[in-house]
T-cell receptor, first 113, second 112 residues
Framework: GDSVTQMEGPVTLSEEAFLTINCTYT??????LFWYVQYPGEGLQLLLK?????DKGSNKGFEATYRKETTSFHLEKGSVQVSDSAVYFC????????????FGTGTSLTVIP | DVKVTQSSRYLVKRTGEKVFLECVQD?????MFWYRQDPGLGLRLIYF???????EKGDIPEGYSVSREKKERFSLILESASTNQTSMYLC???????????FGPGTRLTVT
């Protein structure tokens, strides 16, 4: 069945470091891909999305490109801030799965000053 | 802005109690969802609803039931709470099956 695998955490970076959080997916159809962020004590918020191959989603300095050939949707940011400390979830939705969302297990990021 | 609210941020209940978790959305969304979130397991879908009075089982429906009497409200019911239902419960809504979901702040439930 469809699924999402993302890199294990926790990840700790210094402020202004480069961030990559890996996400790969398995899907029989043509899924839409998402990154959600969860700040401490809050629910999930949509960070960015891409709906077809080669699309790039971007928001708040974060980017991810939908790569069909490698079935990946890695999250990147060139210079992280302390305020980016949160848990990041990769997710997909596909018509082949009855339009059910599938989430990765989440990657915790801590940015230290 | 879409707003999804949940009735409690923190809840402590005893084993065997009946527990109601309420979720309300204010954007006239058709679809509503209940997830539980556990460390190392991510989000797992419990139940969802595509219309009033309709419900569908998700991946882990055992021990739970739901009610959707009005479009804006989706309730999760634990008929007889058990300690393994201690978790963070997240409600979400979306306007369409293929659109992104909007989440509430979550309810952290502890069953003792």
């Amino acid at each position: 069945g469809d699924s999402v695998t993302q890199m294990e955490g926790p990840v700790t970076l210094s402020e202004e470091a480069f961030l990559t959080i890996n996400c790969t997916y398995t899907a029989t159809g043509y899924p839409s891909l998402f990154w959600y962020v969860q700040y401490p004590g809050e629910g999930l918020q949509l960070l960015l999305k891409a709906t077809k191959a080669d699309d790039k989603g971007s928001n708040k300095g974060f980017e991810a490109t939908y790569r069909k050939e490698t079935t990946s949707f890695h999250l990147e940011k060139g210079s992280v801030q302390v305020s980016d400390s949160a848990v990041y979830f990769c997710a997909l939705i596909s018509s082949n799965t009855g339009n059910q969302f599938y989430f990765g297990t989440g990657t915790s990021l801590t940015v230290i000053p | 802005d879409v707003k999804v609210t949940q009735s409690s941020r923190y809840l402590v209940k005893r084993t065997g109690e009946k527990v109601f978790l309420e979720c309300v959305q204010d954007m006239d969304h058709e679809n509503m969802f209940w997830y539980r979130q556990d460390p190392g397991l991510g989000l797992r879908l419990i139940y969802f609803s595509y219309d009033v009075k309709m419900k569908e089982k998700g991946d882990i429906p055992e021990g739970y039931s739901v009610s959707r009497e009005k479009k804006e409200r989706f309730s999760l019911i634990l008929e007889s709470a058990s300690t393994n239902q201690t978790s963070m419960y997240l409600c979400a809504s979306s306007p369409n099956r293929v659109y992104e979901q909007y989440f509430g702040p979550g309810t952290r439930l502890t069953v003792t």
